[in-house]
C-alpha cells in the first residue's frame, strides 16, 4: 500500500505528538497515580528511512485510540517507541484498553504490508508512587531484572527495553544539540551568532568580579560588500563566509568571533588583554582581510571599533553600541582602519 492511502485510511488520526521533552515536563504523579500500569510498545527491525512514515502513522493510531479515555496518556519515546500510562484504572479496564490497542496496532501492521517491522509488547502493573521519571525507570529496570531471574522475560525484551531507554537518551541530547544550533549558530556563517556572544561577555563580566582580568571587543564591519550581494545572494554570503574565516586566522586561539545582527558585521571578543595590545591585534586582522582579499573581484576591507572592558562600559549594552559607534566614526573618516571608543563620539 502506498503511504498516501494508508494516510488517507487513516486520516481522523490525532496529530497530536507528545514526545520524550512532553514526558520529561509532565506532571509525573498525574501521568501515573497511585497505582494502576503502563505498556510500551516499541516498533523495530526498521530497514530505510521512509519506514520511519510508516511508524509516525502507527503511533498516530495509538494516540486516536487512546483518546477515547479519560487519563490515558500516551508519549512518543525516542524513534520507535511509546509508551501509555493507566494511572488507577482497574485491571479489567487496563486489558480491555490494552488489547483494543494490541489489536488495532496488529491490523495496522498487516494493512501497511511491511512483514519485517515488528511489534513488541511490555506490560507493567504497579502499585505504588512514581513521582518522577528516575522513578518510573527505576521501576521498569527492577521488574524487568526480576522477570529475567523468573524466565518470565527474554533476554531479547530487556536488550530492547535498554535499547529503548539509551536511544530515549541519545534522542533527547541529539535535540539539544540540534536547538542549541538553531539558536547560537550562524546558519550562513557557521560561526557563533549574536545571542552566544552576549552570553559569553556576561560570562566574562561575571568572572572579572574574581579575576579582574579585563577584556575588549573588536566591532568589525566589511566596507563597501554590497557589491557581492549585487552579483548574487550567493556570492554575498561566500563573502561572508570568506570574512569570518580570514578573521578566525588573524585572532589568537583563545578569542572568540561571532556573527552580529546584519549584513557583514562581526563581533571579536579578546580575553585577558590590554588596549595597547587590542589596538595592535585590531591593526592585524584589518591588514589580514586587506592583504588576503586584494586579488578578489572587489578587493574588500573592514572598519573596526574597539573597546575595553572595564574602562569603556560596565556592561554588555554599553560595551557593544560604543564599540559600534566607534567603527561608525571610522567609516565616517574614510573606512579602512580602526577606531578605539572615546567619550567624544558619544553623541
Given at each position: 500500500?502506498?503511504?498516501?492511502?494508508?494516510?488517507?485510511?487513516?486520516?481522523?488520526?490525532?496529530?497530536?505528538?507528545?514526545?520524550?521533552?512532553?514526558?520529561?515536563?509532565?506532571?509525573?504523579?498525574?501521568?501515573?497515580?497511585?497505582?494502576?500500569?503502563f505498556?510500551?510498545?516499541?516498533?523495530?527491525?526498521?530497514?530505510?528511512?521512509?519506514?520511519?512514515?510508516?511508524?509516525?502513522?502507527?503511533?498516530?493510531?495509538?494516540?486516536?485510540?487512546?483518546?477515547?479515555?479519560?487519563?490515558?496518556?500516551?508519549?512518543?519515546?525516542?524513534?520507535?517507541d511509546?509508551?501509555?500510562?493507566?494511572?488507577?484504572?482497574?485491571?479489567?479496564?487496563?486489558?480491555?484498553?490494552?488489547?483494543?490497542?494490541?489489536?488495532?496496532?496488529?491490523?495496522?501492521?498487516?494493512?501497511?504490508?511491511?512483514?519485517?517491522?515488528?511489534?513488541?509488547?511490555?506490560?507493567?502493573?504497579?502499585?505504588?508512587?512514581?513521582?518522577?521519571?528516575?522513578?518510573?525507570?527505576?521501576?521498569?529496570?527492577?521488574?524487568?531484572?526480576?522477570?529475567?531471574?523468573?524466565?518470565?522475560?527474554?533476554?531479547?525484551?530487556?536488550?530492547?527495553?535498554?535499547?529503548?531507554?539509551?536511544?530515549?537518551?541519545?534522542?533527547?541530547?541529539?535535540?539539544?544539540k540540534?536547538?542549541n544550533?538553531?539558536?547560537?549558530?550562524?546558519?550562513?556563517?557557521?560561526?557563533?551568532?549574536?545571542?552566544a556572544?552576549?552570553?559569553?561577555?556576561?560570562?566574562?563580566?561575571?568572572?572579572?568580579?574574581?579575576?579582574?582580568?579585563?577584556?575588549?571587543?573588536?566591532?568589525?564591519?566589511?566596507?563597501?560588500?554590497?557589491?557581492?550581494?549585487?552579483?548574487?545572494?550567493?556570492?554575498?554570503?561566500?563573502?561572508?563566509?570568506?570574512?569570518?574565516?580570514?578573521?578566525?586566522?588573524?585572532?589568537?586561539?583563545?578569542?572568540?568571533?561571532?556573527?552580529?545582527?546584519?549584513?557583514?558585521?562581526?563581533?571579536?571578543?579578546?580575553?585577558?588583554?590590554?588596549?595597547?595590545?587590542?589596538?595592535?591585534l585590531?591593526?592585524?586582522?584589518?591588514?589580514?582581510?586587506?592583504?588576503?582579499?586584494?586579488?578578489?573581484?572587489?578587493?574588500?576591507?573592514?572598519?573596526?571599533?574597539v573597546?575595553h572592558?572595564?574602562?569603556?562600559?560596565?556592561?554588555?549594552?554599553?560595551?557593544?553600541?560604543?564599540?559600534?559607534?566607534?567603527?561608525?566614526?571610522?567609516?565616517?573618516?574614510?573606512?579602512?582602519?580602526?577606531?578605539?571608543?572615546?567619550?567624544?563620539?558619544?553623541?
Open positions: 500500500m502506498e503511504i498516501k492511502a494508508f494516510d488517507d485510511v487513516y486520516s481522523n488520526c490525532s496529530s497530536v505528538r507528545p514526545n520524550f521533552f512532553d514526558f520529561l515536563e509532565a506532571d509525573i504523579s498525574k501521568i501515573f497515580g497511585e497505582k494502576g500500569a505498556i510500551v510498545f516499541n516498533v523495530y527491525n526498521s530497514k530505510n528511512e521512509n519506514d520511519e512514515l510508516y511508524i509516525e502513522s502507527i503511533f498516530k493510531l495509538v494516540r486516536n485510540v487512546i483518546s477515547t479515555y479519560s487519563n490515558v496518556y500516551g508519549f512518543i519515546l525516542g524513534t520507535n511509546i509508551i501509555i500510562t493507566f494511572p488507577n484504572y482497574n485491571l479489567t479496564d487496563i486489558e480491555k484498553i490494552s488489547c483494543k490497542v494490541e489489536v488495532s496496532l496488529n491490523n495496522i501492521m498487516k494493512i501497511i504490508e511491511k512483514p519485517y517491522l515488528q511489534l513488541n509488547k511490555f506490560t507493567l502493573k504497579y502499585n505504588q508512587n512514581i513521582n518522577s521519571v528516575e522513578d518510573f525507570y527505576e521501576l521498569l529496570f527492577d521488574n524487568v531484572m526480576k522477570q529475567e531471574e523468573s524466565k518470565e522475560v527474554s533476554r531479547v525484551k530487556l536488550k530492547s527495553i535498554i535499547h529503548m531507554f539509551t536511544n530515549n537518551i541519545r534522542n533527547t541530547l541529539h535535540s539539544y540540534y536547538a544550533e538553531l539558536a547560537f549558530i550562524d546558519d550562513v556563517s557557521g560561526i557563533s551568532n549574536h545571542r556572544g552576549k552570553l559569553f561577555l556576561s560570562k566574562l563580566i561575571e568572572e572579572y568580579m574574581e579575576n579582574r582580568k579585563g577584556f575588549a571587543i573588536m566591532f568589525i564591519d566589511g566596507d563597501n560588500l554590497k557589491r557581492y550581494n549585487n552579483i548574487s545572494y550567493e556570492a554575498g554570503n561566500q563573502m561572508i563566509r570568506n570574512l569570518s574565516t580570514i578573521i578566525k586566522s588573524s585572532i589568537r586561539c583563545e578569542d572568540k568571533v561571532f556573527r552580529w545582527l546584519s549584513g557583514d558585521e562581526f563581533v571579536v571578543i579578546l580575553k585577558d588583554i590590554d588596549g595597547q595590545n587590542t589596538l595592535k585590531a591593526e592585524r586582522v584589518r591588514k589580514a582581510v586587506q592583504v588576503q582579499t586584494k586579488n578578489y573581484i572587489y578587493p574588500t576591507t573592514i572598519s573596526v571599533g573597546t572592558y572595564p574602562s569603556d562600559g560596565k556592561n554588555v549594552n554599553d560595551l557593544i553600541n560604543r564599540a559600534e559607534k566607534a567603527n561608525a566614526y571610522a567609516k565616517s573618516i574614510g573606512k579602512n582602519r580602526v577606531i578605539k571608543w572615546n567619550s567624544s563620539m558619544a553623541d
